[in-house]
């Protein structure tokens, strides 16, 4: 039985050692956000955050997560900084298929958490590891710059 | 790709349990990040192993320094040695290789014992520490003991450890007037597997090289030393000509092979490429001028 | 009244509401939220899975298929093989082919085989490795020349052509003759994987007695319920086709989209279960269709004042295991042979051949990526051996109003390639960047690439497209395309359409999902044609529309139509706009006067000729045209390329969102950029060795270059929507050459392959001696 906080509630499961985070989430516990890419940890479409830190589930066994935090985009729907870069996606005209997104996302929100005012190099490092096919990463680039310019205005 | 089947997952609280089940379980493995292992599984299928899960160790993770000698835990994730002041002043090469190990999601989970236990020939944490003369703990039930990190690697994937032995620990000395440079190509800006990577080690004495380490990736079925090389240039006057004669004694070290991410001659030109760069830059780093 | 005109002749306005705005896309919100769904989504835990069981041989016989051992592996439900196929076994795009499941023989290393039905993924994975396939090996071609050769192994007809092409224009011979330079060379494009990030996944449900459901990614649902009635043996109306939002496609899942879908919906008609059949990475890059290999040979001729006097070109196209699209495929490259410049003299051949590997599909710029490699170097080396300036030369030649294309087809409208020539010229201060700057190690070049690409159908073949439209009493509407949103956005441009015609608010339209049980047939999302197509039928539909709408208005505002203003949702008359009447009341209204609240847009392209034996006549309906200029580094000591800058520009007709067409061509630089440097698909003895993101490069975050602004070049289509061009695919196919000619001009070195992967330039360099 793997106990864990997800997005802020208490789960127990009963995972078998062979099943990643990525299926329990998206199969057994309907969390469909999180999305399944490449199952080598390579894309980052399966992007969550473990106790804050971004990480790929496809490649981590489910009872890992044993005591954890697990968290999806689903888990910050409301938060103030994730708003800002929804906002700052949808006007720069950043998405486009959408199956990067939440990965990409998380993996934003970890950087500006932790870094108000990253550099370019430092938000293209941050997603180096959210391959988008789509977009060519330019008005993603810019969103999560702008999204840090509202967060943080000098 | 293959579904993950037929494995159990362990998670030892102590050292003494993970060692207890190395040695009475038969087909027992240790895994933290599984960066590794999983997608290997999935790309060959699983192996019908006790994976032990070392995470929950406290022992095993984190990096100190005591003694004149830099200590690292197994389990000390990537993203801690890239953000750790101690490692960046001490050992850069070692701080430059944790920034091309992955992506910022790989680096959040993968440690540096799995990097290595891993033995792939191109693993970037490798070079770094062969340089600083890293030495191994190898831990098992009944002993442990040091050997010299380069006698870790038996091969492609291999190393000497017996199957009832873990990796403890890592230690390289600190050197005053020391420093490194670690030096890789990839195939993109963004993260990649290396192509061919390189560390170079320097102790500075005015202008002359005090001592000089050079450890080369991706060019032999393991990560390894070029004493032959170190030999020809330890105490001589650091100079342009100095370095291009050890980049091209590199070459004739470099043995590397064909494959889908370089050719092998591609390889042997770019040993002497990031050798030169790597002598350069730890030069600098010393205070050495060119 | 033609369809660019209709803001000033239907609208009455001088200003757009919407369109050439920018706007928030519809689906954003939901795709930021994760609260999108993509076919995996959908698909229920305990669905059984769906697995297939693939040719191991690149060339051989089947002598014996045996599932026994296969069928007693506990939790598995069935395993069909071609004997279960209640329809035509046969799948093919174009010529009839390729099995659906393969019984006689295989042609490549993952030809399907038999379905593995079970309950789960490691049951299927179990009984699949329990499949016992016996084969009798045939000797296999994994090249074009060893396909061509005497007495080659025959794939599946003699001499291994599939299909061939030809055009005659003008006098070749005279052409040499009049020509003081001459250059030619042999290229070769490779492979190229669209790595989409979402895998392909199907899901289908049995429904009731005769019918299946199926949720799919894909880009044409129609064709998927053509093909998959095909293979059941059923009626069009028999199979319910949805079209899950998609993630990314590219061209792949307007060929997966069919095969996938067929294997999960016989899966569910044979075992009465709902059925998932989801794709691995390894799986999708090893059989699935990749960007056609192609080998040309160039001939190219200009007179000594720098006008182009001929062009003959020899295609060689390497199919694969399956023609597949290679009959249009080589028809665009045939027809785009000279790139967008007139030449008077064009002798053009192809021929499409097959050999033993993954077999060639659509990808983005469909065949003219490949095509404007070889053909923009070739412009490019011209300008060099005449001692020109590389754009003034291809000014010189390019196409204009006026112009005769390879196919002598007359322009006569919407032709903007001068503008974005001139335009990123100037951006990027071209003049003075005609000397390669030295900085350490490395070297700065600059590069010229332009580009044109026919919309729609080739050789005037009919093309038309379909739409509907319903307005509801709260004033909302419903929209249907079977357009499929896969990322680039055109259904919300067909949205957009609707507003500026219906003025109505944006978000008062939902999109449907497109669903063959409602959906009007709107032919596929290829072709450029997605909003150049499907946008003239949404404004068909919204037309229709309008004018109901105008005529109760007028009469609940008591003036004439042509007084009548709707906006906001809302109409009111613009005499006296202070009494506006909402949506919701007019269709009431309507409702009460019988004025039909739903319409149904339909739009063909006009017809012209073609003659296929000369390959000469009216092509295509009309052309994008691109040009870019390209700012890379060459690290002279590592052989390391990186892409500095890119200047893009595009005729694009018109603008319907510039957020959009700015994303099309960010996109299309990255992907173009990593098809000239880095990506790398690899096959050893016809099995493709690069299966993952790991191995299979493509670019991240930190290999985007700077992007300039985008020129945008506004030559109205007359026959469209607002005149609106195709913008995705044409994006891509400048950048090639772009980047490539920026490479020689940085390092003097020609490549006639992609990609320039650091260890094939550090060879060309050491083999120059410019080390």
Redesign the interface.
């Known amino acids: 039985m793997v106990n864990f906080e997800l997005n802020g509630a208490h789960v127990s499961f009963e995972a078998p050692a062979t099943m990643t985070l990525l299926d329990m989430l998206r199969v057994e516990l309907g969390v469909t956000s999180v999305k399944k890419g490449c199952e080598q940890g390579e894309c980052g479409a399966c992007t969550v955050l473990i106790d804050g830190y971004p990480m790929t589930s496809c490649i981590i066994l489910a009872p890992q997560v044993e005591g954890r935090h697990v968290c999806t985009i689903d888990g910050l729907a409301e938060n103030p900084l994730m708003k800002e870069l929804r906002e700052a996606f949808m006007e720069n005209g950043a998405v486009q298929c959408g199956f990067c997104t939440p990965g990409i996302l998380l993996s934003a929100y970890a950087l500006l958490r932790d870094n108000k005012r990253p550099s370019e190099e430092e938000v293209k490092t941050a997603i180096e590891g959210n391959i988008c096919r789509c977009t060519g990463y330019v008005a993603i680039i810019e969103s999560i710059l702008d999204a840090a310019e509202r967060i943080a205005p000098d | 790709m293959k579904p993950l089947t037929g494995f159990s997952l362990l998670r030892p609280p102590t050292l003494v349990g993970a060692l207890e089940m190395m040695s009475t379980l038969e087909h027992a493995q240790p895994i933290v990040g599984g960066t590794d292992i999983i997608p290997t599984f999935k790309d060959l299928g699983s192996k019908p192993v006790h994976l032990i899960d070392l995470g929950l160790i406290e022992e095993l993770n984190g990096i100190m320094e005591e003694d004149g000698k830099i200590l690292i835990g197994p389990t000390t994730t990537h993203t801690q040695i890239l953000t750790s002041k101690v490692i960046e002043k001490t050992a850069p090469a070692l701080h430059d290789a944790a920034r091309w190990i992955g992506s910022v999601q790989i680096r959040n989970r993968g440690t540096i014992g799995g990097n290595l236990c891993n033995a792939s020939p191109a693993a970037d944490s490798a070079p770094p520490l062969l340089v600083h003369g890293a030495e191994a703990h190898i831990c098992s039930l009944e002993e442990g003991h040091w050997i010299p990190l380069l006698e870790l690697f038996k091969g492609p994937k291999m190393t000497v450890l017996k199957p009832n032995e873990i990796l403890i620990g890592l230690r390289f000395p600190t050197i005053a007037g020391a420093s490194s440079s670690f030096q890789r190509i990839g195939r993109r800006k963004g993260f990649t597997l290396s192509v061919v990577n390189a560390a170079v080690y320097v102790e500075r004495k005015d202008d002359a090289l005090k001592e000089a380490r050079i450890a080369l990736g991706s060019v032999a079925p393991t990560p390894i030393r070029a004493p032959v090389v170190e030999d020809k240039i330890r105490g001589k006057k650091m100079s342009e000509e100095l370095i291009d004669e050890a980049a091209e004694a590199c070459v004739e070290v470099a043995k590397p092979i064909d494959d889908v991410r370089g050719t092998a001659e591609y390889r042997k030109d770019m040993t002497a490429v990031l050798v030169k760069r790597a002598l350069r830059e730890a030069w600098r780093r010393t205070g050495g001028e060119l | 009244m033609e369809y660019d005109r209709i803001l000033s002749d239907l609208l009455n306005r001088d200003e757009y509401l919407v369109v050439g705005k ?1 706007t ?2 519809l ?12 076919t ?2 959908y698909i229920p ?1 305990n669905t059984m899975t769906v697995k297939v069981v693939r040719s191991t041989m690149p060339h051989a016989l089947i002598k014996r298929v045996d599932t026994s051992t296969a069928l007693m592996v506990p939790g598995v439900v069935t395993i069909l093989t071609a004997k279960d196929v209640p329809g035509e076994n046969e799948i093919g795009y174009a010529l009839p082919e390729q099995p659906f499941l393969n019984d006689k023989k295989v042609h490549y290393v993952g030809d399907p085989i038999a379905l593995v039905c079970a309950i789960d ?2 049951t299927a ?1 179990e009984a699949m490795e329990a499949v016992v396939v016996e084969y009798e090996p045939l000797p296999a071609v994994f090249d074009i020349d060893a396909a061509l050769a005497e007495g080659a192994p025959i794939i599946h007809k003699e001499n291994n052509v599939a299909v061939k092409t030809k055009i005659r224009k003008g006098d070749i011979a005279k052409g040499w003759k009049d020509s003081d330079v001459v250059v030619e060379d042999t290229y070769w494009s490779p492979y190229q994987e ?6 392909e996944a199907a899901y289908a449900v049995p429904d009731g007695v005769g019918k299946v459901t199926i949720i799919a990614c894909m880009q044409s649902p129609h064709l998927v319920r053509e093909k998959v009635a095909r293979v059941l043996g059923w009626k069009l109306n028999q199979v319910r086709v949805i079209q899950a ?6 061209g792949k899942k307007d060929d997966t989209g069919p095969l996938i879908s067929g294997y999960a919906a016989l899966a569910a008609i044979k075992t009465g279960k709902p059925a998932a059949y989801i794709m ?4 999708v890059l090893s059989v699935t269709p990749k960007r056609f290999p192609v080998r040309f040979k160039y001939r190219s001729g200009a007179d000594g004042k720098g006008k182009l006097t001929a062009v003959e070109v020899e295609i060689t196209l390497e199919v694969g295991a399956y023609a597949n699209r290679a009959p249009f495929w080589l028809w665009r490259q045939t027809a785009h042979a000279c790139g967008p410049y007139e030449v008077p003299n064009v002798a053009v051949d192809g021929r499409a051949v097959y050999t033993n590997k993954v077999y060639g599909g659509s990808y983005r710029g469909f065949g003219n990526l490949a095509l404007h490699f070889a053909a923009e170097q070739q412009v490019d080396k011209l300008a060099y051996e005449l001692d020109m300036d590389p754009v003034d030369f291809r000014m010189k030649n390019i196409l204009r109003i006026g112009s005769r294309t390879t196919c002598d087809q007359l322009l006569d409208n919407s032709v903007g390639i001068d503008k974005c020539l001139a335009g990123v010229a100037a951006a990027s201060d071209w003049a003075k960047h005609r000397e390669p700057v030295r900085i350490g190690t490395k070297i700065r070049g600059w590069g010229v690439g332009c580009a044109y690409h026919g919309n729609s159908t080739s050789r005037s073949t009919p093309d038309w497209s379909a739409a509907s439209l319903m307005i509801h009493g709260d004033g909302s509407l419903t929209y249907r395309t079977a357009i499929c949103e ?4 055109s259904p919300f441009g067909h949205a957009k359409i609707v507003a500026e015609i219906i003025g109505c608010n944006l978000d008062s339209i939902k999109i449907e999902q497109p669903d063959t049980d409602s959906t009007p047939d709107s032919k596929p999302t290829h072709g450029s044609r997605g909003l150049m197509m499907g946008g003239t039928a949404a404004a068909d539909a919204a037309i229709k529309l309008r004018e109901r709408i105008i005529r109760v208005a007028s009469n609940m505002l008591d003036c004439p139509e042509a007084h009548v203003e709707l906006r906001d949702s809302q109409a009111y008359n613009r005499k006296k706009p202070s009494v506006k009447i909402p949506f919701a009341e007019i269709v009431e209204e309507m409702h009460i006067r019988g004025e039909n609240p739903a319409s149904y847009g339909f739009y063909t392209s006009p017809r012209r000729f073609f003659d296929v034996d000369t390959g000469l006549g009216y092509n295509y309906a009309v052309y994008t045209f691109a040009a870019s200029v390209a700012e890379v580094e060459v690290d002279t ?4 390329v ?1 892409v500095t800058k890119i200047w893009p520009a595009m005729d694009v007709g018109k603008v319907i969102d510039p ?2 067409v ?2 099309q ?7 173009g950029i990593g098809f000239a440097i ?1 990506e ?1 698909l ?1 096959l050893k003895d016809g099995v493709v ?2 299966t ?4 299979y ?8 270059p700077e ?1 300039d602004d985008t020129i945008v070049v506004e030559e109205p289509y007359k026959h469209a929507a607002f005149g609106a061009k195709g913008v995705g695919e044409p994006s891509i196919i400048s950048i090639v050459p772009a980047v490539v000619n920026a490479i020689h001009h940085a390092t003097g070195l020609r490549f006639s392959t992609i990609p320039i ?3 094939r330039m ?2 060309a360099l ?1 083999e120059a001696g410019k080390k």
């Open positions: 920018k928030v896309r689906d954003a919100l939901d795709k930021l939220l994760g609260k999108a769904r993509f995996s989504d835990k993924e490691t994975q669209h790595m989409c990030l979402e895998p939002l998609t993630g990314g496609a590219f691995d990475r390894s799986e896969i990322g680039q956005g000591e590592t052989g390391q990186e957020l959009m700015d994303g061509i960010h996109g299309a630089i990255s992907q880095m790398n690899q060795t690069t993952g993101f790991k191995d490069i493509i670019p991240s975050a930190l290999d985007t992007i992967t650091p260890d550090h060879k050491k």
